[in-house]
């Protein structure tokens, strides 16, 4: 008997090392934090619970050089996951179409979605209290499984219909941007920085 594993979801996750960079991109987060006036009022709109400056600010790496340097790391997993996916680029690498800020407060969430019109999205993680949320990656497949049975408590990883990837400081998510994915609540007393990102063909 032969059983395979066909049309695999691939996810990774790499490592942001330099603390001095984390830090310089915290101070930053938490500065736009306070003065992207726009930002907040879209994020409270939108029942952001806390900041995000997904619809105001598209130039964080031409407006602050933390977020120059942290693009330039960014490119690096992005072109590493890139090889892993065989994308055919024709020798061309992906571009960074656009990066935010997040800021998310004790209680806050962001419900399921995908990013379209990009190729691979990711978050990096800059403050991850306690207890923050995980981030949970829902199974492509869901919708079209109909009358199959739930898995078992111990069924292996890629027979799960949802895993919830547990972030630390410095860690780097990387999907593909079809993949359905959503913020679970901050259970933490503190808020949770990180900066999501999209790149392109």
Excluded at 43 to 59: E, I, K, P
Aim: aromatic share 10%; net charge neutral.
């Amino acid at each position: 008997m032969t059983v395979r594993s066909l049309f695999a979801t691939r996810f990774y996750e790499g490592r942001i090392e330099d603390a001095a960079l984390l830090a310089e991109v915290e101070a930053s987060a938490l500065a736009l934090s306070g003065e992207d006036m726009a930002g907040r009022r879209w994020s409270r709109d939108h029942g952001y619970r806390g900041y995000t400056s997904y619809a105001s600010l598209n130039d964080l790496p031409v407006r602050d050089p933390a977020f120059a340097d942290l693009k330039r790391v960014l490119d690096r997993h992005v072109a590493a996951f890139a090889r892993e996916c065989a994308f055919d680029l024709g020798g061309r690498r992906l571009k960074l179409d656009s990066l935010w800020v997040n800021v998310l407060k004790p209680g806050g969430t962001h419900s399921g979605h995908i990013h379209p019109h990009s190729a691979v999205s990711g978050t990096a993680y800059i403050a991850v209290p306690p207890g923050s949320g995980a981030l949970k990656l829902e199974d492509p497949r869901l919708p079209m499984l109909m009358a199959a049975p739930g898995r078992t408590t111990d069924a292996a990883e890629d027979l799960r219909p949802f895993i919830y990837a547990e972030p630390s400081v410095g860690s780097v998510f990387l999907w593909e941007s079809w993949l359905r994915h959503e913020v679970t609540p901050n259970q933490a007393k503190s808020d949770r920085i990180s900066v999501s990102f999209n790149y392109r063909a």
